[in-house]
């Protein structure tokens, strides 16, 4: 595995230029083409649009996020980091006419993916909130000075990101996060911590994976815990600043991503160059825009991972009352202040009905009233977070959620 990263990363190195005389190649040829929309320049710019687009970045993409319309006024926004640890930041979105908002602290999955991919999440929320994302750094950038970074710490990320921003929390967690946000707000339960989150959303989660296993799931299981860390986990090459690192490499849980759906993609591919050169721009560009984004990869901690596969996946330590944190057992029927909402999408083939349901009855300590759930029809695993359904659908479910938690 070591030998593989060297490979890949040998191989992103030869042909990153390539991509960038392709990228500068397109943007020539728009500049000489007639305004014959299928001209052959424009044939040629759209063949090397694709060209430049089909390769991954480490670098996280901006967020980009300037202003946001509200009620039919666009309103700035401003973003700034408010705490700036070794593996995460926590960044504040902010409206200039939100003062006094309720504070959300949506959690980003430490997955293949940066948190920008969450940037839709973030603007619908801005509509009503005071806006805070873990902002996950890429861990091949990170030195070994800074240490190791497992599940615990993810948990204590989490615990001390609540505990910055206040008791008036509205905790937010979409798919991997959900398990280490119970787990954190039950910790702060047991130790009857002032600074106990007043909401807790679940989305979209792996809470108890024993119920209607998906592909994921069954790959989790498919082979012992030293398979993934033998043929899984590499070793960041030389010349990178984590070097030296053990990490679940992103290219590798982006290729599995797409080869549970190749010809979707290839059929994305193929319909950006028909959009192009037939001046569809608008839907050219949206396809554009989702891949940049989605081939924008980061790796992930080794420890993180192996643990994450071992208590998450395979023991199912915490819908069976095993989880621990620090030596510590993980109590959920301890949370008794916190708010709870769980969400689920009916066709999501990652985290498949019923299994961030499961927290309902962990939270046993909750009266009913405290607890909610909603399953949205039709909604595939980014549909619960992002596009109309969560626009329109969900978010209102979300919003009436914080606001009788209140």
Not at 178 to 194: E, H
Not at 228 to 233: A, E, M, N, P, S
Request: charged share 25%; aromatic share 10%; hydrophobic share 40%.
């Amino acid at each position: 595995m070591a030998k593989m990263y060297r490979y890949y990363q040998s191989y992103a190195d030869l042909t990153d230029p390539v991509r960038m005389l392709a990228g500068n190649a397109e943007r020539i040829l728009l500049a000489w083409g007639s305004n014959v929309t299928a001209s052959p320049l424009k044939r040629m710019a759209a063949y090397y649009e694709l060209v430049n687009l089909a390769g991954f970045t480490h670098t996280r993409p901006d967020f980009g996020i300037t202003c946001v319309d509200v009620r039919g006024e666009t309103v700035p926004v401003t973003e700034t980091v408010e705490l700036d640890m070794d593996f995460c930041s926590l960044v504040r979105f902010r409206r200039a006419d939100s003062e006094g908002a309720p504070k959300v602290l949506l959690l980003a999955p430490m997955s293949g993916h940066f948190a920008t991919l969450l940037r839709g999440t973030i603007k619908t929320l801005l509509k009503d909130y005071d806006v805070y994302i873990s902002d996950w750094k890429n861990v091949r950038d990170i030195p070994l000075s800074a240490g190791p970074f497992d599940l615990d710490d993810f948990i204590e990320y989490i615990i001390k990101f609540i505990k910055f921003i206040g008791p008036e929390t509205h905790l937010v967690a979409v798919c991997q996060p959900t398990v280490p946000a119970l787990a954190a707000v039950a910790l702060m339960a047991q130790d009857r911590d002032n600074d106990q989150p007043a909401s807790l959303t679940l989305m979209a989660g792996p809470i108890d994976t024993r119920i209607l296993p998906t592909k994921v799931n069954e790959l989790a299981n498919a082979h012992p815990i030293e398979w993934f860390r033998d043929k899984l986990v590499g070793v960041v090459p030389a010349g990178l600043k984590g070097a030296g690192r053990n990490v679940y490499p992103g290219f590798l849980q982006l290729a599995a991503f797409m080869s549970m759906n190749p010809e979707r993609h290839a059929k994305s591919f193929a319909d950006l160059f028909k959009h192009r050169i037939e001046g569809e721009f608008e839907k050219a560009d949206a396809i554009r825009d989702f891949y940049k984004e989605y081939f924008a990869i980061m790796d992930l901690s080794g420890e993180f991972y192996l643990q994450t596969i071992k208590s998450v996946f395979q023991d199912c330590d915490l819908p069976l009352g095993k989880m621990m944190y620090r030596g510590r057992l993980i109590e959920p029927r301890a949370i008794k202040k916190t708010f709870l909402l769980t969400v689920e999408g009916e066709r999501d083939d990652i985290c498949a009905i019923g299994q961030t349901m499961a927290a309902q009855d962990l939270c046993s300590g909750l009266r009913p009233y405290m607890k909610s759930h909603h399953m949205e029809p039709g909604a595939g695993h980014y549909g619960v977070f992002n596009g109309r359904r969560w626009d329109n659908r969900i978010y209102p479910v979300l919003r009436s959620h914080i606001q009788s938690s209140v």
